[in-house]
């Protein structure tokens, strides 16, 4: 995923290779360097720009150690400038309450109901009893799915297919998952294949209803720039705890991710 970065930014750091001091002019070559991997990797402009200004910042303000030359100074730097952005700290997924409630969000075709058995999965081989949740009342297909994906994995899949009341559905789970002592209740909620206010007033809802420990929005990195603008219009309703990028595996530059 991010393969073709490293090689951009190793390219970068050449730059500096045999240079016995940071200076001004060195420093601006390489930083306009980075700056065009960055973007190269489909990283939004003005994030770029903005750690680059911090790593230009940084890197002048810092002394050079006789055993650090300043390419090891400069890719040091730029490592934890590029941790900063990414929040700094790795923060596990909230699983508190009785039973915790973990939402997932996003549009169709984002992997969304693959991502839940997946993370059901995970949850379960961490010894959580675990239920998942139809909540996708328009495709009775991601009903299916995710009943063949519990099954697969031996997790409970609660659904009510016939009922097109999604906050009624999960409330009903939630019930079901106190009765059956299920520790963790997973909603999979329905998507759209763009963003729109009839989804976003469902997905509200039910983020009220429920109030989750934790709201995951889920999106398929290939989008790229896309995702960001996606993910920002979600947020602005749901203020969710966390981002999911599926097909990072695939032909993808993973700039969206910064």
């Known amino acids: 995923m991010f393969d073709n970065l490293s090689y951009k930014l190793d390219k970068a750091f050449k730059t500096l290779k045999g240079q016995g001091s940071i200076s001004e002019v060195n420093v601006a070559t390489t930083v306009k360097e980075i700056r065009r ?40 730097i730029t ?18 309450g009785d039973p915790a409630i973990v939402l997932i969000a996003g549009l169709q075709g984002s992997g969304k109901t693959t991502f839940s058995g997946k993370l059901a999965s995970f949850l379960k081989k961490q010894g959580k009893s675990v239920l998942l949740t139809a909540c996708d009342i328009y495709r009775p297909a991601a009903i299916d799915q995710l ?9 409970e899949v609660y659904a009510e297919p016939e009922n097109k009341d999604a906050v009624q559905i999960a409330n009903n789970a939630v019930k079901f998952a106190k009765d059956n002592n299920k520790k963790i209740v997973i909603i999979d909620t329905a998507g759209r294949l763009a963003v729109d206010e009839q ?15 934790e709201t995951l929005f889920v999106v398929d990195s290939m989008t790229g720039q896309d995702a960001v603008n996606t993910a920002k219009d979600f947020n602005e309703q749901l203020n969710f705890d966390g981002v999911v990028f599926t097909t990072l595996d695939g032909d993808t530059s993973g700039g969206a991710a910064l």
């Open 147 to 155: 009943k063949v994906l519990g099954e697969q994995i031996g997790v």
């Open 79 to 96: 490592n934890e400038e590029l941790t900063k952005l990414m929040g700094g700290t790795k923060a596990d997924i909230n699983v508190k």
């Open 199 to 213: 989804m976003m007033k469902e997905i509200a809802a039910l983020k009220k209803a429920m109030n989750p420990s």
């Open 37 to 76: 991997a960055l973007i190269d990797a489909d990283v939004n402009y003005k994030v770029a720009k903005q750690v680059t200004d911090s790593i230009k910042e940084e890197a002048l303000g810092r002394e050079v150690l006789a055993a650090v030359s300043p390419g090891q100074l400069l890719v040091k």
